[in-house]
């Protein structure tokens, strides 16, 4: 029985960190005994093929070598071409070039993969007896035309106004319509219409996520004697209800103003909380109630939230409990300035639910509940029939299935019925995917756009219908320039998604469209002007020059008041020094450039967009920086909108952190935009005044967040952060990374700053204030203690992925490889695109002899991974031990393509080619291994080629031809003398590369034998005589005697058919030196067999010469 080593498996990484230094090399030791070498593996002798090829028969070389010319074939095949796997392995031609397959060849073959069938296909068929009445058609209109995008959003008409005097009946949406557009978003959440949905827990919500209850409460809305509205005033309440909260997530995270006034002297007023009663709402009271077992404590939020005027001291001799907020909005409690009001143990079961194929969103961010209220609600309304639908990788349970198809059918269909007549749902719930998504916390360098699958593609699929809605229909207005305005407004916030999602083109082709789409004329060129303030000379600058259509630019004019409040964000050189060289603008020399058209702020967020292509399209060397700074100065001309202003600010500011002389008013700009969040007292907001009078209200920030890509606060902490570590400044860098818990950062800065110690100190602090999964991950890393990666579990809800991982890597170091396994597949089936723990998976089942598991683990791998070659050479692994062989070809030729040095992988396709008789690419193999040995030193363990294997190559290449001669078969024929051609070139290449043994001679002389080349033959005969007679000592070995035997017979035998004198006399000498040897070990016993038959063929050849 025949054994080797599968492919060496290489260094499996975790996924966390690329320098792991993990030596975990993985051999699987596979049996090769069931691949047929032909004729058992016995040594080739004349009686094994008794039809020898008639002398008539015989190829001659030039007939080979004629062949082998005509059809161009290589000695070596490296071609690869598609392959019939199907095909009979008796086929005529066994030629390479025809035998191999495409890398969609081979993933085909490696195992079917499971059913991920869901509850997606289960439909709810709205009521067609719905008809919209006369007040229905009239919040139809109201919702399409404040909703969507609008060229004069924000001075518009009053709501009022929309609705008339004679709507009383729509009171309820007026008031909504009314609260949203004065940016009162917690009242709109406070409303008697919230309360009504999510003010009362249901039964059985021990059984049913946060996400599902939420939806069955939306179902349970529409039951027919809830209330007396019709299902369209319904959804179009409940729309804006998930719009407000979407809203209040964005004010608190993105854009500001926090909901914290901060501590004038003069006050001292105590009220409630601003979120109590809607963070979260009733219905989760009893949850939100919960604290964490091991440790109740106070959540403490980094982005800190408190009441909408002064509170004073905590009073410290109030009874335990008086600060515990309650979910009742009519009653007031007392709450301490730097606490929100939710738990730790609720914030953590929100972000578990908003996790999303293992990716965990960020800790650190306010109120998660308003965006998983949000989503909730805006999902379930832009897909009515498919209610289901959700982006957590679980199943719905089956009371949510009963709440949708069971009793309440009839309100499901009036729900899914009212919501298909909104226009602006799939918007809106676009929006609020594409502000999850940002939420997830991936790292930066690990990003290439496959994170976060499930979002995407319910991205993809909302914006689908928002671009065959608005920008694929012409008549979606009957005001053709407002079908162009939200055709463009879509397709850039669909670009923006694409950039978010770090998809191919970043959004490219969308900006182009939505550029289109606005008629906007972007010319960029270059002028001569002046830099700096003591420039004489003119150089050229780039230059971008905007035309705007005129119709659209002429309604958005801002007051001088408005302009002057937007232009104070920005921090000036001479702010920063008194003798700064720069100038604020490029001053041209034509004086015409330095004046330019008024834009809209759309076509501003346009002119951003055009700017972010340049950066995601070009590398980041000075001209690409130039070229971003003409876009900015273009948009940053304007003071209209607060958002719009602030984000050419910021991206000004990280391209002058590049720059010398811009480096520290960019740093103290970026510092500035990050203070305008909050309303306390900053070193850049160091008034009262300059927090409440001059900055924007929330309505008139979030207004056209969705168009421009400003950043949440943790993502602009983070990025002054790396900014103040790369300029080394590294305590301050540790700093904010600890605000916004980004602890591998926080202990790398430590690290640098000479404090290793310090990063546990602060870890174990915040802890002792509150804790997270990420706080308990880090410390688990810091301390390599697993009883802190089992916290972080349970405080996830078994969702942090790093965790699993971590655990499974722990294990896996101490040897407790079964355990490890456990670990490591609770962490893909949160997160399973992650091609090196399933190739970790792999390596571990072929050790614990798991194969389907490591089977399923290497074909995950090689899905995700094509060009993985170990993984790709472990599959054919796994085949090859289960006896495989078709299967662990195109497997083999996948490793290979990969990686063509690995001398295991040519090995096992050696043997596997041997065993489905693919000879032409057993001998590549054979040279390869050749090649390789001669490469490599001796330590590196390259194996020789065994003498098995090349007797199964040159028997079998023989008994093709001779089949091919029997069949007369023109083709099959040609083919087989081209391959004994390549036997011939590998029999030389083995003679003049390694050091040969008599079996050798023996096995060429037969091959030369049976093609009736009788000379090589008898050459090869006398190399193994004189081979096998240099041995010492071979006449007491009866194995070597008896090779020795059989040896002298067949030389005979050709002396004799010559029958000259000559070659009788030597093979008398031959045959006298070798019975003397043999005779001489036997000095007094009985001469053996072997003797009298070498005494026989003597005495033959004597007579003979007689």
């Known amino acids: ?114 059913d991920n069938s869901s509850f997606d296909s289960l439909t709810i068929v709205p009521d067609p007896n719905l008809v919209p009445s006369k007040s229905d058609q009239l919040l139809l209109d109201i919702e399409k035309e404040r909703l969507l995008p609008h060229p004069l959003s924000g001075k518009q008409e009053p709501v009022d106004v929309a609705f008339g005097d004679d709507c009383s009946e729509l009171n309820n949406v007026k008031s909504l319509f009314n609260l949203l557009e004065n940016g009162q978003y917690a009242d709109m959440l406070r409303s008697q219409t919230a309360l009504d949905l999510f003010g009362i827990e249901i039964d059985g919500s021990d059984e049913l996520s946060m996400v599902e209850q939420i939806k069955s409460k939306i179902l349970a809305y529409f039951a027919p004697k809830a209330t007396s509205e019709s299902a369209i005033a319904k959804c179009q309440k409940l729309e804006l209800l998930g719009i407000a909260s979407l809203n209040l997530f964005l004010q608190l995270n993105y854009c500001g103003p926090s909901m914290d006034r901060g501590i004038k002297p003069e006050e001292g007023e105590v009220v409630a909380h601003p979120l109590d009663g809607i963070n979260p709402h009733g219905m989760f009271e009893s949850l939100a109630k919960k604290e964490n077992e091991k440790a109740s404590i106070t959540f403490v939020s980094p982005l800190p939230l408190s009441a909408s005027t002064p509170i004073p001291e905590e009073d410290e001799s109030a009874p335990e409990g008086d600060n515990v907020p309650s979910n009742q909005a009519t009653e007031t409690v007392i709450v301490p300035l730097k606490e929100t009001n939710t738990t730790n143990y609720f914030h953590n079961a929100v972000l578990s639910e908003l996790a999303v194929d293992g990716e965990w969103p960020f800790q650190v961010c ?70 999850h998504r940002r939420l997830i916390s991936t790292r930066r360098d690990d990003d290439d756009g496959e994170a976060c699958p499930t979002l995407w593609n319910e991205a993809e699929r909302t914006f689908s219908r928002c671009i065959s809605d608005f920008c694929d229909n012409e008549t979606a207005f009957k005001d053709s320039e407002r079908n162009a305005f939200v055709a463009s407004a879509i397709m850039l916030e669909w670009g923006l998604a694409q950039h978010h999602f770090r998809k191919s083109g970043r959004g490219k082709a969308s900006f182009n469209k939505a550029l289109e789409y606005s008629k906007l004329e972007v010319e960029v060129t270059g002028a001569d002007g002046v830099r700096t303030k003591y420039q004489t000379k003119m150089t050229a600058q780039y230059l971008v020059r905007a035309k705007p259509n005129v119709s659209e630019a002429d309604g958005n004019d801002t007051d001088a008041k408005n302009k002057a409040h937007v232009e104070k964000q920005m921090i000036k050189h001479d702010d920063v020094s008194d003798d700064a060289l720069l100038l604020e603008k490029i001053r041209f020399e034509n004086a015409d450039d330095n004046v330019h058209f008024n834009l809209s702020i759309h076509d501003q967020s346009i002119l951003l967009a055009l700017c972010l292509d340049v950066k995601n399209d070009n590398p980041m060397d000075g001209l690409t920086g130039m070229q971003m700074f003409a876009y900015l100065a273009r948009v940053l001309n304007q003071h209209d909108d607060w958002m719009v202003y602030a984000t050419g600010l910021l ?48 309505q008139d920030r979030l207004r056209h967040l969705h168009g421009i890509v400003y950043p949440p606060r943790w993502d602009m902490l983070r990025d002054l952060a790396e900014r103040y570590a790369k300029l080394g400044i590294v305590t301050s860098a540790a700093e904010l990374f600890e605000e916004i818990e980004l602890w591998d950062d926080v202990v790398e800065c430590y690290r640098i700053a000479g404090k290793s110690n310090k990063a546990e100190e602060v870890v174990r602090a915040r802890l002792a204030e509150k804790e997270t999964p990420s706080m308990y991950a880090a410390l688990g890393d810091i301390t390599n203690d697993p009883k802190c990666f089992e916290r972080s579990l349970e405080l996830s809800h078994g969702k942090y992925y790093d965790s699993h991982v971590a655990l499974g890597k722990y294990y896996f170091d101490k040897g407790d490889m079964k355990t490890a396994l456990k670990y490591f597949l609770d962490g893909l089936e949160i997160k399973p695109l992650l091609p090196a723990v399933w190739f970790r998976v792999g390596t571990i089942s072929m050790q614990l002899k798991e194969w389907d598991t490591a089977l399923k683990a290497f074909t995950e791998v090689v899905q995700q991974e094509p060009e993985e070659g170990d993984a790709w050479a472990n599959v054919a692994a796994i085949h090859i031990h289960r006896r495989n062989a078709a299967e662990a070809y195109p497997a083999l030729l996948e490793s290979l ?19 489905l008789k693919k000879y032409d690419e057993a001998i590549q193999a054979c040279v390869e291994l050749i090649n390789l040995k001669a490469r490599r030193n001796a330590k590196e363990g390259v194996e020789p080629l065994e003498e098995k294997c090349v007797r199964a190559i040159v028997g079998g290449t023989v008994r093709k031809y001779q089949e091919a001669r029997e069949a007369k078969d023109e083709i099959g024929i040609d083919s087989s003398k081209r391959t004994l051609v390549r036997v011939r070139e590998l029999l030389d290449k083995i003679e003049s590369s390694t050091k040969i043994e008599p079996w050798f001679y023996e096995l060429s002389a037969h091959f030369n034998d049976e093609l009736g080349w009788e000379e090589e033959c008898f050459n090869d005969l006398m190399k ?52 003397k040897k043999v005779r001489s070990a036997y000095n007094y016993t009985e001469p053996s067999k072997e003797a009298e038959e070498l005494d026989a063929l003597l005495l033959e050849v004597k007579q003979l010469l007689e």
């Open 1 to 114: 029985m025949m054994t080797m080593s599968a492919a060496a498996v290489p260094q499996v990484h975790d996924g966390n960190d690329s320098d792991s230094d993990d030596s975990d090399v993985a051999f699987a030791y596979l049996d090769f005994g069931g691949v047929d070498f032909g004729e058992d593996g016995e040594e080739v002798k004349e009686e094994s093929n008794p039809s020898k090829i008639s002398d008539a028969d015989k190829p001659t070389r030039e007939d080979i070598a004629a062949a082998n010319a005509a059809a161009n074939a290589p000695a070596v095949v490296e071609q690869v071409a598609n392959l019939d796997l199907n095909a009979s392995e008796s086929d005529a031609t066994n030629n390479a070039s025809d035998d191999l397959p495409t890398a969609s060849t081979a993933q085909n073959n490696l195992g079917s993969q499971p």
């Open 366 to 435: 306010a109120a998660p509940y308003f965006l998983l209220l949000a989503r909730s609600i805006l999902s379930t309304l832009a897909e009515p029939t498919s209610p289901f639908r959700w982006w957590s990788s679980a199943k719905p349970s089956g009371n949510l299935v009963d709440a949708l198809t069971g009793s309440n059918e009839s309100s499901a269909s009036m729900f899914a019925a009212g919501a298909s007549n909104l226009s602006s749902t799939s918007h809106w719930s676009a929006r609020a995917i594409v502000a």
């Open 651 to 698: 991206e000004r500011a990280w391209l002058e952190c590049e720059r010398t002389h811009g480096r520290e008013r960019a740093i103290l700009q970026i510092q500035a935009l990050a203070d305008q969040h909050s309303n306390r007292l900053t070193l850049t907001q160091s008034t009262f005044k300059s927090v409440e009078e001059d900055s924007a209200p929330a």
């Open 897 to 915: 393509k990969q990686n063509r040095n690995n001398w295991r992988v040519w090995h096992s396709k050696l043997y596997t080619c041997i065993d």
């Open 1024 to 1075: 193994e005589y004189r081979t096998l007679n240099s041995a010492k000592g071979w006449e007491e070995d009866s194995v070597k005697v008896g090779k020795m035997v059989t040896l002298m017979r067949d030389i005979s035998k050709h002396h004799k058919k010559i029958g000259t004198k000559e070659s009788l006399t030597k093979a008398k000498f031959l045959l006298n030196g070798v019975v």
